[in-house]
């Protein structure tokens, strides 16, 4: 098998990829580890449940502040959580298990490739649904920055609305135990548009409302 072939194994997903037994290990992970862990330690508060739409047409989109926070997305949710990983972390053996058993997959950041919107498309057709982070990686400076249109370029290619979530406090629990409160706000549903500018606009001023953070536009 070629190096080129390896790498489209972790990138492309087909639904059946998604199964049961995938879902019980997320959940054990997430559910039932993590979530204890987020409620005991760090006192996690969760509102706007009734926004999340009961098909799976739908992205979830959320700001990035912790390592924490692939987990707590997945945490809350009543469903699977696919999210793309760099292709990069899946090189190393033991994350590349880890990562399949998750059920990410790797995704170039440069640039959304054929495979990515397959496996999208893929995932709308299991009770799983898809998660990314607009920012690319973690953000700390307190604001709402350096969002990228591929998120909302992806939800026009896959006819997907954007579920926004806004996440505070992930960032001082990771560092400092029983301080401080994880809160996670979910917004009401972006509808699926074909202007990607009013998607990115949308969103990161729902962000900016769920969680007091400043939206800086790109």
Not at 58 to 78: E, G, K, Q, R, Y
Not at 155 to 168: D, E, F, N, R, V
Not at 177 to 184: E, L, M
Request: proline share 5%; net charge positive; charged share 25%.
């Amino acid at each position: 098998m070629t190096t080129e072939n390896k790498k489209n194994n972790y990138s492309y997903r087909k639904p059946d990829f998604y199964n049961r037994w995938r879902r019980i290990f997320l959940f054990i992970i997430t559910h039932i580890f993590y979530m204890i862990r987020f409620k005991l330690v760090y006192r996690l508060e969760v509102y706007g449940r009734e926004n999340i739409p009961k098909d799976n047409n739908f992205i979830i989109a959320s700001n990035h502040l912790s390592t924490l926070d692939p987990p707590l997305i997945c945490a809350v949710m009543d469903r699977g959580v696919a999210y793309m990983a760099k292709k990069e972390l899946f090189e190393n053996p033991f994350m590349r298990w880890w990562l399949n058993w998750l059920g990410a997959f790797a995704v170039d950041r440069e640039k959304l490739g054929v495979s990515t919107i397959k496996t999208v498309m893929g995932i709308k057709k299991t009770k799983w649904v898809l998660g990314i982070f607009p920012q690319g990686t973690r953000q700390l400076d307190g604001n709402i920055t350096n969002v990228t249109k591929g998120f909302a370029s992806l939800a026009k290619s896959t006819k997907c609305g954007i579920l926004p979530i806004g996440i505070t406090g992930t960032e001082e629990a990771k560092r400092i135990p029983f301080s401080g409160k994880i809160i996670v706000r979910i917004g009401e549903l972006i509808p699926c548009s074909d202007d990607v500018n009013e998607i990115v606009e949308k969103w990161g001023n729902s962000i900016e409302q769920l969680t007091g953070l400043k939206y800086i536009p790109a």
